[in-house]
């Protein structure tokens, strides 16, 4: 009796901290929708300039007189609404990764903590500056050149629901690019590779980022060179952090080494003085 009572308890044990667990990441999540839903609120009242301003881009190369064009009869609302969803989701990424990073952080060492949380928030700006590089230099060279080789008689109206997915695709395409930083430090800080091992490979790389670039642009190569390039520098200025990373993290190992020969030092030569005391 007294061990199925012992067993009952633990079981017990075991599902109060389980349970707690997930009522904080219930929590936590809900945190994040009230905030996605608020900040979308906020948009929604201006939903159209938003739109205006996405397609600003498109619009100034258009020719004179063109326009963009509704092919669906509930376009006009539900294409600023997904925009409008979709921006909120956006720009209230930093409060759900740091719900994701507090419902985490507590299961992890000392060392992975003051790892993880820069490399985290390294990644939300790189995401958010690919963003703006597809839309400041990507987006006016890239529709410069689709309007430029126009056929003849052929009058260009794009889509306004065809343009948000294409526009968000290419905002996704280059704020996943930017993110190469981090994934090439966090390679080399897990043991995987190492900085030299990876610069050896700096050819395949390359061949690599052309290829993402040409599966994840339009087919032409203004596009494809405007996301290749930039992953191939930005993959050259991981290696950089690495390497500084690695010296860093070497710095630290030798110190720690020299302070704890010197906390074996001074142990051994307090037992000494212990015991001449005694002998004494």
Do not use: C
């Not at 996405?54 to 326009?67: K, M, N, T, V």
């Amino acid at each position: 009796m007294s061990e199925n009572s012992n067993s009952t308890d633990t079981s017990v044990e075991q599902e109060a901290p389980f349970m707690s667990h997930l009522v904080e990441l219930r929590d936590r999540l809900l945190r994040a929708v009230l905030v996605v839903l608020v900040v979308f609120l906020a948009l929604f009242t201006f939903s159209n300039e938003l739109y205006s301003l996405l397609a600003e881009p498109l619009l100034r190369h258009l020719p004179q007189g063109s326009s963009m064009i509704a092919t669906e009869v509930a376009s006009p609302f539900l294409t600023p609404f997904k925009l409008s969803m979709v921006t909120a989701i956006f720009i209230s990424m930093p409060f759900i990764l740091y719900q994701l990073w507090a419902f985490v952080a507590p299961g992890l060492y000392k060392h992975e903590k003051s790892m993880a949380f820069p490399l985290l928030f390294s990644s939300i700006i790189l995401f958010y500056l690919g963003m703006v590089f597809a839309y400041f230099v990507v987006f006016p060279l890239m529709f410069g050149f689709f309007t430029g080789i126009q056929l003849q008689g052929v009058t260009m109206m794009t889509d306004i629901t065809k343009y948000l997915d294409f526009v968000l695709k290419m905002f996704f395409a280059f704020g996943m690019a930017f993110e190469v930083p981090i994934a090439t430090i966090i390679v080399i800080a897990t043991g995987m590779t190492t900085a030299e091992k990876l610069a050896d490979k700096r050819p395949f790389i390359i061949v690599i980022a052309f290829i993402v670039g040409m599966l994840l642009t339009p087919p032409d190569v203004v596009s494809q060179m405007l996301l290749a390039i930039p992953m191939w520098v930005l993959f050259e200025l991981g290696l950089v952090f690495s390497r500084l990373l690695s010296r860093k993290r070497e710095r630290l190992a030798k110190e720690r080494e020299k302070q704890e020969e010197q906390e074996l030092d001074d142990e051994f030569e307090k037992a000494i003085a212990e015991e001449e005391k005694l002998n004494k």
